[in-house]
């Protein structure tokens, strides 16, 4: 978690550096610094998802947990919602780029549980 609060604090502070690389229009450098501003929350929510579904549960013998749990928050979840906003509601480009990147923080709670019920641990020696 400090390792993606860090790294989320380093992208904003690049950010003016990152938009004022490129030649962009000012919509575009808008677009730009607002992604950036959202990838900074969603490196914290990578950052933990990462560790627990790709490297403990496949490590403790349970690697269909975080695949069932892409699916349905990918989906099931974020892509539904991400069309509905977009083309439904016609919400602003970067309230659908949110609401699409919305699946790493809504994965958090399901995988603290299953990380706290231990029901990844399981022998993988025999």
């Known amino acids: 978690m400090i390792g993606g609060a860090l790294s989320g604090a380093l992208l904003l ?12 229009t000012p919509d575009a450098e808008k677009y730009l610094g607002g ?9 914290i929510g990578k950052s933990i998802n990462s560790m627990t579904i ?6 403790g013998g349970d690697s269909k947990f975080g695949l069932l749990c892409d699916i ?8 539904p919602l991400g069309y509905l906003c977009a083309f439904v509601f016609k919400f602003p480009i970067l309230s659908v780029y949110f609401v699409l990147n919305l699946d790493e923080i809504i ?19 025999n």
Do not use: E
């Open 107 to 125: 994965k958090l709670p399901a995988v603290y549980r299953h990380y706290k019920k231990y029901g990844w641990l399981k022998n993988i020696t």
């Open 13 to 24: 502070a690049l950010s003016p550096f990152i938009t004022g690389f490129s030649d962009l």
């Open 72 to 79: 349905v928050t990918l989906w099931c979840v974020t892509i």
């Open 35 to 43: 992604m950036l501003i959202i990838c900074s929350y969603y490196l």
């Open 54 to 59: 790709g490297g403990i549960f496949p490590a």
